[in-house]
Each structure stands twice: as C-alpha cells, then as structure tokens.
C-alpha cells in the first residue's frame, strides 16, 4: 500500500555513531528503490565525506549535530570527544556532499565566557546554511548528569524536586548559571548573540525566497510547490 510518504526523520541518536552502520544502512535505501527524502542525528567524528556521500546518495537532505561550544577547552570539559578540527571536517563534508548540517550550540558551562560564546556564534554564522532557526541555549543540568551533581555540590541546587519545581522553568532560561556572568550579564550576552543569528538566519532566508519568487513567476516554473526549504 502506498500512503505517499516522501519525507523521514529518523530519532535514532546513534545510526551516525559509527561510520560502518551509516553506509550498510544508506547503501540499504538505495537497494530498496524506496524514493524518499529524509534526515538524522548524528556525531561529528563519523561524518566523513565518504559516509556523507553515500548518505546523500540515499535521499539523506539533514543531519542534527550535537556541537555544544567550538572551544577545545569547554569541548574537553565537556568530555564530548571532539575537537574544533573535528567539528569543522565534519560540518564541511557534510556541505560539499549536499547535506544540510543541522547546528546545535548551548552555553554555560563551567568555564565558559564571553570569549567562548563569540567563537561558538561565530561559528554558527560561518556554517550555518539558514534551513532551520537555531538559537543556543543555556545548559541543563539534568537529574543524574555530572553537571547536576556539581550544582547539588556547589549549593545551586537542592534536589531533582528543585530541579523540576523551582529551577527548570523553560529550555531557553536558566537554570543554574555556571558562569563568572551574573544573571543579568548572562541574559544580555545570550540574547545579543542569538541576535545576530536571527538576523543572518533572517538574511538568508530572504535570498533563498526571492530566488524561489523568480523560479515560480520569472522561470514560470510548473514544479513549484510553495515557499519552502528543500
């Protein structure tokens, strides 16, 4: 049965944790003939450009990246196993191979500064490809993480039911400031970064609909469908 689906998002946070499992998985699409478009999560250390390639080649358009700060010292604070080099082969193979990488940033974590912020939003500016709205958050120091048990050690936090009831009240606030910045210091430099990514993200997608204005009424092009990202 054919419900005409041409469009997939696959919420699996590990089919690009390992480069091997990424091919065998694309190469399985294209065998199939299934004609679909679709998009993914996946790790910067595993996007080379062969596995790009091919997951372009099996109707692959988007991929999530988890990058959180271009900072190699908040990177390995993070203990998130990348590095700047790492993340921008990644990003940049998934460009060259038509794939429009999906750029998740946050700031907060102990350590961080202005200085560090500036690099991650500038970072976003550079590669950023103005498919999807991205704003970085604040980070979350979630029940059972290290960070939640350093704010419980620090006196930031009492509990989970503090976590929850008093202290996660929105994604885009804080919860607990890890930082040298004051609330109010750390509001303002959040909000004039994610500024200027508005602004960019606003920029580009002016460009991209003027060109989609002239296909449809200059190119008189039949196969538009709406003013859309493809």
């Not at 010292?73 to 921008?88: A, C, E, H, N, P």
């Not at 350590?111 to 709205?133: H, M, P, S, W």
């Not at 909000?191 to 002239?214: G, P, S, V, Y």
Request: proline fraction near 3%; include cysteine; glycine fraction near 6%.
């Amino acid at each position: 049965m054919d419900f005409g689906i041409t469009y997939i998002y696959f919420c699996d946070e590990v089919l690009l944790s390992d480069a091997e499992r990424a091919i065998s998985f694309s190469e399985a699409i294209l065998q199939s003939g299934i004609q679909i478009r679709w998009m993914c999560c996946g790790r910067l250390n595993h996007a080379t450009p062969e596995v790009m390639r091919s997951m372009k080649r099996a109707g692959c358009v988007f991929v999530h990246f988890g990058i959180e700060c271009f900072d190699d010292v908040i990177l390995r604070t993070m203990k998130k196993g990348l590095t700047v080099d790492i993340i921008v082969r990644g990003i940049e193979a998934s460009i060259a191979a038509g794939v429009t990488p999906g750029i998740n940033v946050m700031f907060g974590i102990p350590g961080e500064n202005i200085n560090t912020l500036r690099k991650t939003t500038d970072f976003v500016l550079k590669y950023d490809k103005g498919a999807q709205v991205r704003n970085i958050k604040p980070v979350t120091p979630f029940p059972g993480t290290e960070l939640y048990f350093e704010a419980i050690k620090k006196g930031l936090l009492k509990n989970c039911a503090d976590f929850y009831e008093n202290k996660h009240m929105n994604s885009d606030l804080l919860t607990i400031n890890f930082t040298e910045l004051s609330d109010d210091e750390y509001y303002c430099a959040l909000h004039d970064a994610n500024l200027r990514i508005l602004e960019a993200n606003l920029n580009k997608n002016t460009d991209f609909l003027k060109t989609q204005l002239n296909q449809l009424y200059i190119n008189k092009d039949v196969n538009f469908r709406g003013f859309r990202q493809t």
